[in-house]
């Protein structure tokens, strides 16, 4: 399998659950990310890790929670999240370089009742 | 700061017309690099091209070609002869850098919408 792929596609969750968006790159970057994309607004850039290291976190709430084992895999920890936190999650990764255009998976949307 | 500007916030047009998205970018770094994506409906966002601050040659991809002028800081795109499949939501990004830092960190514009109607 190639590319970025993302799991689930859709997540339906209450505001009490605790779920996980997985992310898997199979193009040998060591540097990946997550975005969040609601309705009518831009990309939004929530975590950003090289070689398995955070080097950002743009001031997300900590109900929010990522995790990167490997350069290969990132997830997304939720846990009583808001209605407002529905939105499409995507995932990237590239070359962790200023010419490093990213790859992105297909996104997971999240719908948060 | 760094900011990447797509001023048209939707376009229609009907098909086979040409049409041009603007993206406008600020910068103070001398070595910079810029992008374009295509999201279609699916979601997933599809990188189409990267070009860097010192190859101002314009170039062209089947129907589509980018215009970049470092003199008025744009980086254009225009589809030709479009298609029903065109439609998508186009977004323009700029490469982030802290002084020697290149952290290939994006910064994307808020996108342009463009309908195709057949």
Redesign the interface.
């Known amino acids: 399998e190639t590319g970025v792929t993302q799991t689930p596609r859709h997540l339906v969750m209450g505001m009490t659950n605790k779920k996980s968006l997985k992310c898997e790159q199979h193009l040998g970057h060591n540097a990946m990310y997550w975005y969040k994309q609601s309705a009518k607004k831009p990309l939004e850039l929530m975590f950003v890790y090289n070689f398995k290291e955070q080097t950002e976190n743009n001031s997300v709430p900590s109900r929010f929670s990522p995790e990167c084992p490997n350069s290969s895999h990132l997830f997304l920890h939720l846990h009583t999240l808001q209605p407002e936190d529905s939105a499409l999650y995507l995932c990237a990764s590239s070359h962790p370089s200023i010419r490093g255009e990213q790859y992105f998976g297909p996104g997971t949307r999240l719908t948060v009742t | 700061a760094q900011k990447v500007t797509q001023a048209q916030t939707e376009i229609s047009v009907v098909e086979k017309e040409d049409v041009t998205l603007d993206c406008v970018y600020e910068t103070r770094d001398t ?3 810029l ?1 374009w ?1 295509k999201q279609p409906p ?6 189409l091209i ?1 070009r ?1 601050s010192f190859d101002e040659q314009n170039e062209i991809s089947g129907r589509y070609s980018w215009n970049f002028q470092k003199s008025t800081s744009s980086f254009n795109f225009t589809i030709t002869a479009s298609q029903v499949v065109d439609s998508a939501v186009y ?1 323009c990004a700029l ?1 982030e ?1 802290h002084g020697s830092s ?5 910064i ?4 342009t919408t463009l309908q195709v109607k057949p």
Not at chain 2, 42 to 47: A, M, Q, T, Y
Not at chain 2, 102 to 106: A, V
Not at chain 2, 108 to 111: A, L, M, R, T, Y
Request: proline share 0%; glycine share 16%.
């Open positions: 070595t910079y690099y992008f994506y699916s979601g997933e966002l599809v990188f990267r860097n977004f490469s850098t290149n952290t290939g960190k994006l994307f514009g808020q996108g």
